[in-house]
């Protein structure tokens, strides 16, 4: 059965084991790219490992991580827009840009033992329910509309367009060749 809690200090060290057994994830990236300043230096965030752990430690660095049982198996990554200020074809994002997000989800992981099982959807979900707890807003995401195309999920790090379109998010405007900005307002939990 799998389970979704957030990425904290508590769950750092089953996210840390997930990273590290999948060979740093994308070639050791951490899932920092989207923490670096755009208009930064190259390895302004190195080490990665020591920088997302503090990230996570100071609140910076959300994600709903799915588990099975004790073992993390992948994630969806959101956080503040300030705290996530870097996007893929940002050159293209901020050429028709009208304004920005409060919050932005930019990617997934998804351990290659637990690809095509749901992970993705189940993380997903459960971002929106932590954003919303969080006080809700205009959530924004980058998938990837892979409708009829092959193509392999272990470069779909943007989640994919239908995916997202379940959920309710609309397509704002197109950003790369299959790279879509879409936009949806989450409503706060009244506590």
């Known amino acids: 059965m799998l389970t979704v809690r957030p990425l904290d200090d508590t769950t750092w060290p089953a996210f840390a084991r997930l990273v590290e057994g999948e060979g740093g994830v994308w070639g050791g990236c951490w899932c920092i790219?989207?923490?670096l300043d755009p208009n930064g230096p190259k390895g302004q965030c190195k080490p990665?490992?020591?920088t997302k752990e503090r990230f996570v430690h100071e609140g910076k660095?959300?994600?709903a991580l799915v588990?099975?049982?004790?073992?993390a198996v992948g994630w969806c990554q959101f956080g503040r827009t300030d705290d996530?200020?870097?996007?893929k074809n940002r050159k293209n994002y901020e050429a028709s840009l009208d304004h920005l997000p409060e919050w932005r989800i930019p990617c997934f992981y998804v351990g290659k033992k637990h690809r095509k099982k749901g992970v993705a959807n189940i993380a997903l979900t459960s971002a929106l329910e932590q954003i919303a707890s969080l006080g809700g807003g205009v959530v924004e995401a980058y998938p990837y509309d892979v409708e009829g195309m092959k193509t392999s999920s272990s470069f779909l790090h943007g989640g994919t367009l239908a995916m997202f379109?379940?959920?309710g998010f609309e397509r704002v405007r197109l950003i790369g060749k299959t790279q879509w900005v879409v936009r949806k307002v989450v409503v706060p939990i009244s506590r």
Do not use: V
Not at 67 to 71: I, L, S, V
């Open 33 to 35: 790219g989207f923490h």
């Open 48 to 50: 990665y490992r020591e």
């Open 61 to 63: 660095a959300l994600a």
């Open 67 to 71: 588990f099975e049982g004790d073992e």
């Open 84 to 87: 996530l200020p870097n996007i």
């Open 165 to 167: 379109e379940r959920l």
